[in-house]
Each structure stands twice: as structure tokens, then as C-alpha cells.
């Protein structure tokens, strides 16, 4: 079983806007850039049951360090809720992969807000430098399971801003 993932494809960094306090009297959008990574499947049977994690987020300054371990799982990015954290299936070929949300920032809130779980809870970053992210892909299977690693490197900014108020959000 091969599970990859690469941040290079078209839409693994992206502006879209955000909709905030949607429905109610005071609805405000947002610009937002997000970062995604496209997961897909390399094996030769389709792959049921696949989930990506994140395990570690590190800002590592000079003489501070953030460090956030709790694992949480990443969101799918075409899915409404509430199945945007449930397990898909990855049919085989790189055509049939799928995007997941990394992080975002935007125009409004201006700090790193991690697309997990967790992030509802206030799982957001507003310090400036370049976090290193871990993130795991996980398949769970009736007989057998497996996890492939991977590590991100993304840089924030807030201070720096593009012409739409969207602090600078990049992979390095």
C-alpha cells in the first residue's frame, strides 16, 4: 500500500474567501490563502478508510519554542460538514487523489489557523517565522494498517501583507 502526498500540485496553495458569523446579522468575508497537500494512492487495490493526521506543529525562535503534539485530524478539502474529518476511500491513480487543508490565514483574523480538529477549540499561531509541521497519512484496513509520515515546512508572516490584507503564508 503507497499513500503519498506532495504540496506542489495546482490548488496545494490557494486564495478563497471565508465566510464569518455566516447567516447571522453581522456576516463578514474574509480573504484567505490556504495550504493543502494532494494525497493519493500509488498501490495497486483502492485504498479504504484513509485519514491525514497532524502530529507536531514546532516554532522553533530564537530562545523560544512553540510546540503543539496533540494529534488531530486534518480537514478534506471539497467536503461540507460533517464530512470534512470522516475517512475516505483513495482509489488507485494519481488522478483520483484528494486534497487536505494544512493551514490557513486570512485578511480578518491575521494568524495561522491549523485546518484540524482541533482548530475549532482555538488551535491558531500568531508568531512570525517558519513552523515545522508533521503530518501522518493513515489507512486503516480490516487486517493490516499503516501510516506514512511527512514533514512541511511553512513560513508566516503576519506583519507582512499582500495587496488583499492576507498576512504572507508560504511552504518553504
Known amino acids: ?3 503519498l502526498a506532495n504540496n506542489h500540485s495546482p490548488r496545494c496553495r490557494e486564495q478563497v474567501v471565508r465566510n464569518y ?12 490563502l490556504v495550504l493543502r497537500v494532494f ?13 491525514v493526521f497532524i502530529r507536531k506543529l514546532e516554532l522553533v525562535g530564537d530562545g ?17 460538514p460533517p464530512d470534512r474529518f470522516y475517512p475516505k476511500r483513495l482509489p488507485r491513480g494519481l488522478t483520483a487523489g ?3 487543508d494544512i493551514c490557513a490565514t486570512d485578511s480578518y483574523a491575521r494568524s495561522l ?10 488551535y491558531v499561531f500568531n508568531d512570525a517565522g517558519t513552523y515545522h509541521i508533521s503530518i501522518e497519512l493513515e489507512r486503516q484496513g480490516k487486517w493490516f494498517s499503516f501510516r506514512t509520515p511527512m ?8 506583519g507582512t501583507l499582500d495587496g488583499s490584507g492576507i498576512p504572507d503564508l508560504a511552504f518553504v
Not at 113 to 122: D, I, Y
Open 1 to 3: 500500500m503507497k499513500l
Open 151 to 158: 514533514e512541511l515546512k511553512v513560513h508566516f508572516d503576519p
Open 98 to 100: 484528494r486534497y487536505v
Open 64 to 80: 523560544f519554542s512553540v510546540t503543539e503534539s496533540d494529534r488531530s485530524e486534518l480537514m478534506w478539502t471539497d467536503y461540507l
Open 21 to 32: 458569523h455566516a447567516g447571522t446579522s453581522n456576516e463578514q468575508t474574509a480573504d484567505c
Open 39 to 51: 494525497v493519493f494512492n500509488l498501490s495497486w487495490f483502492d485504498a479504504g478508510s484513509c485519514q
Open 113 to 122: 489557523q491549523v485546518a484540524s480538529k482541533k482548530h475549532s477549540a482555538g
